[in-house]
């Protein structure tokens, strides 16, 4: 029987349901409704606190367990309990009993108005449970809260530190979703020069992406969507000379039927093909001037024109039989070289229905025919009827009401038929008028949110309910200049729109706010805007100006469907805090996330904002509470990251240059934060809770460390307690100091094997040093040793206490990749090392013998497909937590197994390997050309022949093998050296 699934109870009343007692999960889930039912309105925020142990969504969508829950639940004895009509009510009476937890939240001020300024962790639980109703809750939970407030660990909080984590929390969430629906243009514009100065009246785009304008004049200009000119084609110069000369007033696309409309000054509706753009027909005589023209499809072979002029009136022209219908008119007789029929010609066809609505008190700025919603929207800079959504005919007695205007509007048969253009109105039941002040300019509709979005001379955009015009739901301020163009795009939820400074902006439909701004100064925009329009097959905005530009979104990158990432940018570095089982990592874009360690979820994100620099290294404070992160900027922050909140910010005086490492260390019974980077110098910050500047200085620098320090940029820092510390440099150079002293104590490069000497441009940096602890190391020179990675993937193990004596080297990576990171054991007998390329190796120390042959791994995998940047040990675990470039964070068991990618759909347990993706791999690991085995039927490529020559393929096996010895090929995703011999 399937979890979750309802049992019909053998009790008369029939209406009893069947619960399963199945593990502590059913417990903690269980827990989490019942706080969930009796919190009220606005207390999401502080139950996901207090649930700390399901790691940020143990518990979402419980219908849909992981495989591997349902394996392990199912091995278990259970006994199913019926739960009694008296159960049932004394649950329900419970609910009703519970305190609303907004209100509830203000009775835990108790302590500070009872004369407490803080409380310990023991009366924080007792009045948690007291003022929120949960007697029951884990005292595990609550503690966990504690220490997230509980920052500094003193062991005690007031009131405002509780209000600070709470409000911070929210904001970060809050700014966690903004930050997910983040867009932007790529800056600044793509621009094309127009050699003229006639304005561009509109732009449309096709069904394959090609951009049309039409100019004033009447030159038809293609594009492709880069602006790259296709073809341009004037359509007035074709007919006499002496002719007066046109202009076009707009123009749009009939796509369904291949055809691109015109309305000219001279009252006319032109029509060309618009592959060719031959002239195709065209109907003239117009009472009015079409000032704006728009097309609709509404069924097979039926369409809407329609239009509005300078008298405030909407004219529209229903046909059907399309197809025919123009065809009749294309063989019309010619006037100015294109076929021709009056408008008063053109209503006598039975397939053409005529309808003129007096509409506005002024000029129509924009009509438009929504299928959709089987409207004509309108719009005027007249206030009282500001825009109209009316009916394209009415609503009751339709067919009676047109023949009454058609009896109307012609006179007799036998004569001349004479169209009398007196516009209608619409009765008030067919029609909706929004009355706005100063008019609009602009507008789009949007069935899919029932939206309905305004623009105009007073700077506001106002979003309304369409199908009520009394007050707009919403108003969008942040331009400083009329708006001329909106455009909804309902795939992303969004509206853009353009004012006649040059202002383009983003907003989003749900949170009503600013996404992006592009200014006139960054997109580089020049003149007067005459046209805009948004492509969402392209996702580009083109905009006419005294030049044709597009501002193109940034897409990001679409991954493959069966890859999985942990962040959007590249991943600098990752740590694991033992007090909360949390993983952190950060990114390229300053983006800090933490994870719930034994589960793979996400439980928080902060950071990503623009005064934020590149993250480029990371530690923890000993506690395990506080997050120390270094920049690209040179300034190091230290976080609560359980609530986001930057409590200092420690920075030079003067200009800062980039932060490569950082460590948190303690000497004697003082903390300190030690920092290292370009600047070539070592930096260190007091650690000092109670001094609550927000920026600190750095201590005065070593003497020794001005004089005697590093010449090139220093990489990384490692400390050896008590007292010592060692550096590496660019340059190879690695320096150990003693802290107490501020002196060195020793200082030594890697020499230089014989195969490495000739190599042109050799890179001798240390990106990585550790310090080991090992006693089988004390044969050789002491206790502790220095491991250093070196140039072709080498290893160095030092000396530390014998003033840097070599002890010995060997090749860590089998490909002579660099060696990124450096990782040991608690007890220092493995050495975890990971290369470039993403490959990872386990070295037993206790085997390490200088004056034997090289050490053998004894085990390796490829973890990822680009650089390593994050690589640790938890000990306690057995696991191993490693980051990349390839934007991932990913856990791995210590013998290499893969666990999980952080932020994968399915949950994991640490403990349970059926929960672990093992015997899988990533499959971008799977996929990667390096990934390939070095076998040698692997390198020899068959042929046909091959099989019906078996000793000639022994031939060529030989001369193949000795081509692609030199190549790099590498092994599969996990192996061992019991498997593998050393090249």
Same mark, same amino acid.
């Given at each position: 029987m399937s979890l979750g699934k309802k049992v019909r109870s053998s009790s008369a009343s029939g209406r009893l349901e069947t619960q399963h007692v199945t593990s502590i999960l059913s417990e903690l889930w269980s827990t989490e409704d019942r706080m969930r039912n009796t919190s009220g309105p606005g207390s999401n925020k502080v139950t996901d606190d207090f649930s700390a142990s399901r790691r940020g969504g143990v518990s979402e969508d419980r219908k849909e367990q992981p495989e591997w829950l349902i394996r392990e639940l199912l091995k278990q004895n259970r006994r199913r309990h019926s739960v009694t009509l008296g159960d049932q009510a004394?649950?329900?009476?419970?609910?009703?009993?519970?305190?609303?937890?907004?209100?509830?939240?203000?009775?835990?001020?108790?302590?500070?108005t009872g004369g407490l300024r803080s409380i310990d962790a023991k009366k924080?639980?007792?009045?948690?449970?007291?003022?929120? /109703?949960?007697?029951?809750?884990?005292?595990?939970?609550?503690?966990?809260?504690?220490?997230?407030?509980?920052?500094?660990?003193?062991?005690?909080?007031?009131?405002?530190?509780?209000?600070?984590?709470?409000?911070?929390?929210?904001?970060?969430?809050?700014?966690?979703?903004?930050?997910?629906k983040q867009v932007a243009f790529t800056l600044p514009a793509t621009m094309k020069a127009l050699c003229h100065s006639v304005p561009i009246v509109n732009i449309h785009s096709t069904h394959d992406g090609s951009i049309v304008t039409v100019r004033e004049d009447g030159a038809v200009c293609y594009w492709s969507p880069e602006l790259k000119p296709l073809k341009t084609k004037h359509m007035f110069n074709e007919g006499p000379a002496n002719r007066k000369s046109k202009w076009?007033?707009? !123009?749009?696309?009939?796509?369904?039927?291949?055809?691109?409309?015109?309305?000219?000054?001279?009252?006319?509706?032109?029509?060309?093909?618009?592959?060719?753009?031959?002239?195709?027909?065209?109907?003239?005589?117009?009472?009015?001037?079409?000032?704006?023209?728009?097309?609709?499809?509404? /069924?097979?072979?039926?369409?809407?024109?329609?239009?509005?002029?300078?008298?405030?009136?909407?004219?529209?022209?229903?046909?059907?039989?399309?197809?025919?219908?123009?065809?009749?008119?294309?063989?019309?007789?010619?006037?100015?070289?294109?076929?021709?029929i009056a408008i008063d010609n053109a209503v006598l066809?039975?397939?053409?229905?005529?309808?003129?609505?007096?509409?506005?008190?002024?000029?129509?700025?924009?009509?438009?025919? !929504?299928?959709?919603?089987?409207?004509?929207?309108?719009?005027?800079?007249?206030?009282?009827?500001?825009?109209?959504?009316?009916?394209?005919?009415?609503?009751?007695?339709?067919?009676?009401?047109?023949?009454?205007?058609?009896?109307?509007c012609y006179e007799g048969k036998s004569k001349k038929v004479q169209l009398s253009w007196t516009p209608q109105h619409r009765a008030s039941c067919d029609q909706r008028v929004f009355t706005i002040h100063k008019g609009v300019k602009t507008f789009d509709l949007c069935q899919k949110h029932s939206l309905l979005v305004t623009g105009g001379m007073d700077r506001l955009i106002r979003m309304w309910n369409p199908h009520f015009s009394g007050k707009p739901t919403g108003v969008l301020k942040g331009h400083s200049a009329p708006i001329i163009y909106l455009g909804i795009f309902s795939a992303d939820s969004q509206i853009f729109s353009v004012s006649i400074d040059r202002t383009v902006k983003i907003w989003d439909i749900q949170d009503?706010?600013?996404? !992006?701004?592009?200014?006139?100064?960054?997109?580089?925009i020049h003149g007067d805007i005459s046209a805009c329009s948004y492509s969402s097959a392209m996702r580009s905005l083109y905009i006419a100006a005294d030049c044709m530009a597009v501002l193109s979104l940034k897409i990001r990158p679409q991954l493959h469907s069966r890859l999985t990432v942990s962040h959007n940018e590249p991943v600098m570095c990752c740590g694991y805090s033992e007090e909360f089982r949390q993983v952190v990592s950060c990114t390229e874009g300053s983006v800090v996330k933490v994870w719930d360690f034994d589960t793979g979820r996400q439980i928080f994100e902060f950071g990503g904002t623009h005064d934020l620099s590149v993250i480029t290294c990371m530690t923890f404070d000993p506690k395990g509470r506080r997050l120390i992160t270094g920049g690209r900027d040179g300034c190091l922050k230290i976080w609560n990251f359980n609530n986001g909140q930057c409590l200092k910010t420690l920075q030079k005086d003067g200009e800062s240059r980039e932060v490569f490492d950082c460590i948190f260390l303690k000497v004697h019974r003082n903390f300190y934060v030690m920092s290292v980077g370009r600047d070539r110098k070592i930096d260190i910050y007091s650690d000092i809770p109670e001094d609550h500047h927000h920026v600190q200085r750095p201590q005065p620098s070593w003497q020794d460390d001005l004089t005697n320090g590093h010449k090139e940029d220093i990489l990384c820092v490692a400390q050896c307690p008590p007292?010592?510390?060692?550096? /590496?440099?660019?340059?190879?150079?690695?320096?150990?100091?003693n802290v107490v002293s501020g002196c060195i104590q020793c200082r030594f490069v890697s020499p230089l094997l014989v195969e490495q000497q000739n190599v042109e441009g050799l890179d001798t940096s240390v990106p990585s040093i550790i310090f080991l602890k090992n006693s089988k190391l004390q044969q050789f020179s002491s206790t502790t040793a220095l491991v250093s990675s070196a140039a072709l993937g080498c290893v160095d193990l030092w000396s530390v206490l014998s003033g840097g004596l070599l002890v010995g080297s060997f090749r860590a990576s089998r490909f002579q990749q660099k060696i990124e990171k450096l990782a040991k054991t608690e007890k220092g007998a493995l050495l975890y090392a990971a290369d470039r390329i993403g490959y990872i190796y386990v070295y037993d120390m206790e085997k390490f013998a200088p004056t034997e042959k090289p050490p053998r791994a004894?085990?390796?995998?490829?973890?990822?497909?680009?650089?390593?940047?994050g690589l640790e040990i938890v000990d306690n675990d057995q696991v191993v937590l490693t980051s990349s470039t390839d934007y991932t964070v990913r856990l791995w068991s210590a013998h290499g197994e893969f666990i999980g990618t952080f932020g994968q759909s399915e949950s994991w347990s640490i403990h349970i390997s059926s929960s672990w993706k093992h015997p899988a791999v990533p499959y971008e690991v799977l996929i990667d050309p390096l990934s390939m085995p070095d076998h040698e039927i692997l390198n020899f490529k068959t042929c046909p022949s091959d099989a019906i020559s078996p000793d000639k393929t022994d031939a060529h096996r030989g001369g193949l093998k000795s081509e692609t010895s030199s190549k790099l090929r590498l092994p599969p995703a996990s192996t061992s050296d019991t498997d593998s011999e050393e090249d």
């Open positions: 004394q649950i329900m009476r419970q609910q009703h009993h519970s305190i609303d937890l907004a209100r509830s939240l203000c009775s835990l001020q108790e302590f500070e924080f639980g007792r009045i948690v449970k007291t003022c929120l /109703g949960l007697p029951k809750t884990c005292n595990a939970q609550i503690q966990g809260l504690f220490k997230k407030i509980d920052y500094s660990g003193q062991g005690r909080i007031s009131w405002d530190d509780f209000c600070t984590h709470m409000l911070q929390e929210y904001k970060e969430k809050q700014e966690t979703a903004r930050r997910s076009a007033s707009d !123009f749009t696309l009939m796509t369904e039927y291949n055809k691109l409309m015109i309305g000219t000054g001279d009252r006319e509706l032109q029509l060309y093909e618009l592959s060719t753009l031959e002239p195709y027909c065209q109907i003239n005589a117009l009472d009015t001037v079409p000032l704006t023209l728009d097309y609709g499809y509404t /069924g097979p072979d039926k369409c809407c024109i329609l239009y509005g002029d300078t008298e405030g009136c909407v004219t529209i022209i229903l046909i059907s039989s399309v197809g025919d219908t123009l065809r009749l008119w294309n063989k019309l007789p010619k006037i100015e070289n294109i076929p021709n066809s039975p397939n053409v229905t005529f309808v003129r609505w007096k509409v506005h008190q002024d000029w129509v700025t924009q009509a438009k025919y !929504f299928q959709g919603f089987q409207a004509v929207v309108s719009s005027s800079n007249e206030e009282s009827s500001s825009l109209v959504i009316g009916r394209v005919l009415p609503l009751t007695d339709a067919e009676q009401q047109l023949n009454e205007i058609r009896e109307a009503q706010c600013c996404l !992006f701004t592009a200014e006139p100064k960054a997109n580089r007292s010592l510390v060692a550096t /590496g440099s660019y340059d190879g150079e690695i320096i150990v100091w004894e085990i390796f995998w490829r973890a990822h497909t680009s650089r390593i940047t």
